[in-house]
Nanobody, 116 residues
Framework: QVQLVESGGGLVQPGGSLRLSCAASGFTFSRNDMSWYRQAPGKKRELVAAIASAGGIANYADSVKGRFTISRDNAKNTVDLQMNSLKPQDTAVYYC?????????WGQGTQVTVSS
């Protein structure tokens, strides 16, 4: 059974940092690309960052380039999202995502609120 469990969200002031983590189980983590998405109130869910299975290639949404960094630890089955220079428009629920055996899997989400 595939499970994705996010942690690390919270309230932070503009310009601050947060690190999200996703613990994965139930599939061969080292063979899967992993992604982080986010969904703000009233908006569609959007891709924030993605990382290839071996960890060498990462892609980012234009809105977070230079501020966010995705990384993974294939020994621990975790994928992290380091978020720096946070802005109020980064406020959203952040979701971990993967595909396995032709199905799309999501974590429960973790809330990130950027506000003074």
């Amino acid at each position: 059974q595939v499970q994705l469990v996010e942690s690390g969200g919270g309230l932070v002031q503009p310009g601050g940092s947060l690190r999200l983590s996703c613990a994965a189980s139930g599939f061969t983590f080292s063979r899967n690309d992993m992604s982080w998405y986010r969904q703000a109130p009233g908006k569609k869910r959007e891709l924030v960052a993605a990382i290839a299975s071996a960890g060498g290639i990462a892609n980012y949404a234009d809105s977070v380039k230079g501020r966010f960094t995705i990384s993974r630890d294939n020994a621990k089955n975790t994928v992290d999202l380091q978020m720096n220079s946070l802005k109020p428009q980064d406020t959203a629920v952040y979701y971990c995502n993967t595909h396995w055996l032709f199905k799309n899997y999501w974590g429960q989400g973790t809330q990130v609120t950027v506000s003074s």
